[in-house]
């Protein structure tokens, strides 16, 4: 019987993980993929309207369409792929600490409740701030303790889901001409190599893009600018 090389016969260690472990690329597919079930659900009882007239469901759903073939295809293409990074423990660590600010936040609205801070609900006012300062320390850390940053875990989910409440809170109430840009300058500060100048250019257009695709030519009911008391567009 012929000797056994031990070495050629073992598979690599990435091999050896890949088999054992989720990769970030899959964990994140999935998760888009299951983001994308909760927002078509929450939008199931919009109605959809019909050819020429257009409901309101129809983008939420189209738009929860669109991310769960993104994820999937995430997932299909990862299963292919040689190499990726398994996951850590750090990369839980922006969903530990939002979940933090949001009980900090619940127990102190309940102690709170019928005051108002800032003309807002004592816990989504202090939620608030609690993710602000939060944001503004990782843009301030990224400068001076880049690796500790770049380890955390937290800049990226933070400042995307940031953009995201950020475009929730103003959309309605100030319109989608500072909405968007707001969602857009946040979101890029989840990168420490966005440049600012195109950063700038990507938030005009894809702000002239949006009211032009959601106000014009999909008429849905978005305001596009709004100065209280003064101006209504």
């Not at 993929?33 to 929450?42: E, I, M, N, P, Q």
């Not at 997932?75 to 423990?89: G, L, P, S, T, Y």
């Not at 979940?99 to 102690?111: E, H, S």
């Not at 940031?162 to 103003?170: K, Q, S, Y």
């Amino acid at each position: 019987m012929p000797p056994v090389n031990l070495i050629e016969a073992a598979p690599p260690p990435a091999a050896r993980g890949r088999s054992r472990r989720f990769s970030r690329n899959t964990a994140s597919g999935l998760f888009l993929v299951g983001l994308a079930a909760l927002g078509g659900w929450a939008s199931s009882g919009l109605p959809l309207g019909r050819i020429g007239a257009i409901g309101p469901g129809v983008f939420p759903l189209g738009l929860a369409g669109l991310i769960a073939a993104i994820g999937a295809a995430i997932v299909a293409v990862d299963r292919f792929a040689k190499q990726d990074e398994a996951v850590e423990a750090a990369d839980f660590a922006a969903v530990l600490v939002v979940a933090g600010f949001a009980a900090i936040a619940a127990i102190t609205g309940r102690l709170l409740d019928g005051r108002e801070i800032f003309g807002l609900p004592p816990a989504v006012a202090l939620f608030a701030v609690l993710y602000g300062a939060a944001m503004t320390a990782l843009a301030l850390g990224g400068r001076r303790l880049p690796a500790f940053v770049a380890h955390s875990g937290l800049r990226g989910p933070f400042f995307v889901v940031g953009g995201l409440l950020a475009f929730a809170a103003t959309v309605g109430t100030v319109g989608l001409l500072v909405a968007g840009p707001l969602l857009a300058v946040i979101s890029g500060g989840a990168s420490r190599d966005t440049r600012p100048a195109e950063l700038l250019v990507f938030a005009a257009l894809i702000t002239a893009l949006s009211i032009g695709l959601f106000k014009y030519a999909l008429h849905l009911p978005l305001p596009v600018l709004i100065v209280p008391g003064l101006f209504y567009l």
